[in-house]
Every structure is written in C-alpha cells, then in structure tokens.
T-cell receptor, first 114, second 112 residues
Framework: KAGVTQTPRYLIKTRGQQVTLSCSPI?????VSWYQQTPGQGLQFLFE???????NKGNFPGRFSGRQFSNSRSEMNVSTLELGDSALYLC?????????????FGPGTRLTVL | QKEVEQNSGPLSVPEGAIASLNCTYS??????FFWYRQYSGKSPELIMS????GDKEDGRFTAQLNKASQYVSLLIRDSQPSDSATYLC????????????FGTGTKLQVIP
C-alpha cells in the first residue's frame, strides 16, 4: 500500500498570503489529522476529519481551516499568514477515529513565511 | 501541568545498552498510547501502540503501561546508533472530544 502523501513538500510565502496544503491518506483510511510541528512547541494538533466531517479541533485560530473530500483526501488552508506560522505541517491517516487507531504520518510540508 | 510530559534529553546510552524512555500523562481516562520515532528532518514513524496495562514487546522494543501511575515507557534493548532519534509519546486524551496529544519528545543518542 502506498503511504500518506503530502503536497507540496516545501513552500515559501510572505506575510498576509494564504496557503493550501494537500494530504492523501493511505488507501482505505477514513481519518485524516493535521498537526503543526515547531521546535519550540512540538507537535500541535490542528484538526481531524473523518468521513468528510471535522470531528475534533485543536486550539488554533480560525485562520486555520480544513476540509475532507469524499475520497478521504484532505486539504488545510491557512489565511493571512503570519511569521509564526512557519512550521512543518504534518498530516496523519488512520483507519478509524484518531485515538482508537494508530496514525501514520506523511512526509510533511515545510512552510516558511517571510 | 502539560497533558503529556517527557524528559527532553538528550539521553545518551552506549551501543548495546538498554535505553529507557519515559512519559507521564495527566488524564486518567486516557485509553490509547503510542510511541513514535522521529529522525531529524523526517516525519514521525509509529513504533508501538499499547492499550492495556502491562508490557508489549516487538523485537528490540518493549512498551510498558501503568495506568494507575499514569506512566508509559519504551525500552530499547541492544541499542544501535541507528536508534538515535527523537522519541515521541502520544496519548489519546479524552477531554470532551477525542484527540491525540503528543509529548515534546526525548532525544536519544546511542554512542558507538
């Protein structure tokens, strides 16, 4: 089975712009979670989608949003980028609801905000 | 108090020794526990999951869970230089909604 894929792998944006990141889960997995990883804060949970519905949400501002399509692919969007949004964005897929099942991570998208 | 706590390290062990990585969590109703390994510049890789009290072994890795003490650990036997990485503990914290919370990780260095 192919693993989790994320595109793009690297992204450079300027403050105020918006960005969309994409994640394709492992075939058959219905849950996709998104995380932000920074050296200072570690892995921070953004949100989880399960069967096109946002099931859980972390403590991030409304500038961070996401969605999931019927084929379980997911996108996350960050609007009005700030310097502090520079981070590695990871998505993870799981066969069932995150927490009950193991998660498998994609390679991540490295976002740099200038 | 953080929901999931790990010693940031680095934890240095000689090659061939046992590395012991520890994690404590604050939510007593947590049910699922995971260990991930993350090499520098890479994404986390699942090593072990454990759901019930006791030990779970997989090759050189043993996960130990003690729910009464809110403590989960990972033992790596016969440590190899290739085990040098950051190890992340993750806990399914049930706080109104279900989500997985990660510790900040322990950096392990295996000295040849």
């Amino acid at each position: 089975k192919a693993g989790v894929t994320q595109t793009p792998r690297y992204l450079i944006k300027t403050r105020g712009q918006q960005v969309t990141l994409s994640c394709s889960p492992i075939s058959g997995h219905r849950s996709v979670s998104w995380y932000q990883q920074t050296p200072g804060q570690g892995l921070q949970f953004l949100f989880e989608y399960f069967s096109e519905t946002q099931r859980n949400k972390g403590n991030f501002p409304g500038r961070f949003s996401g969605r999931q399509f019927s084929n379980s692919r997911s996108e996350m969007n960050v609007s009005t980028l700030e310097l502090g949004d520079s981070a590695l964005y990871l998505c993870a897929s799981s066969p069932g609801q995150t927490g009950d099942h193991e998660q498998f991570f994609g390679p991540g998208t490295r976002l740099t905000v200038l | 108090q953080k929901e999931v706590e790990q010693n940031s390290g680095p934890l240095s062990v000689p090659e061939g020794a046992i590395a012991s990585l520890n994690c404590t969590y604050s939510d007593r109703v947590s049910q699922s526990f995971f260990w991930y390994r993350q090499y520098s510049g890479k994404s986390p890789e699942l090593i072990m999951s454990i759901y019930s009290n006791g030990d779970k072994e997989d090759g050189r890795f043993t996960a130990q869970l003690n729910k009464a003490s809110q403590y989960v650990s990972l033992l790596i036997r016969d440590s190899q230089p290739s085990d040098s990485a950051t190890y992340l503990c993750a806990v399914n914290v049930l706080g109104g909604y279900q989500k997985v919370t990660f510790g900040t990780g322990t950096k392990l260095q295996v000295i040849p």
